[in-house]
């Protein structure tokens, strides 16, 4: 029971960290410092975390669930790894201030790509309808 319990623990604090370093991600990558390629692997891993659409749906048996356990990670680890050091140190220390004292800055990055994706559908269907 106790190993549970450890493994429990370490989950959560890797979710934590995970969150923490996707807000740091949004802060590095509207850093001028960071350089152009690694704000474009960082802007499609933060689309793919924010994203209520999967990249591959979860009802799909074991491969719906790779996009959310292997895909978003590997992006994050790749985007953390081409961003330069001290960029990155600082834009972790600002979002662990930021989150501490807002949590709800990641219901806010959500908010943000649900609105882009319902916009983008209604404009798919007016363009559709208007044919």
Do not use: H
Request: hydrophobic share 55%; net charge positive; glycine share 4%.
């Amino acid at each position: 029971m106790t190993a549970i319990k450890s493994l429990m623990a370490r989950l959560k604090t890797k979710a934590k960290s995970l969150k923490t370093d996707i807000y740091a991600l949004y802060l590095a990558f509207r850093d001028p410092q960071t350089p152009w390629y690694a704000k474009a692997i960082a802007g499609l891993t933060l689309a793919m975390a924010l994203s209520p659409i999967d990249l591959i749906p979860d009802f799909i048996p074991v491969l719906g669930y790779l996009d959310d356990l292997i895909i978003v990670p590997l992006g994050i680890s790749l985007s953390v790894k081409l961003i330069p050091q001290d960029v990155m140190t600082r834009c972790r220390k600002q979002a662990s201030t930021q989150m501490a004292e807002d949590p709800s800055l990641a219901r806010t990055g959500t908010i943000i790509i649900a609105s882009v994706w319902l916009i983008l559908l209604v404009l798919m269907l007016w363009l559709i309808l208007k044919n």
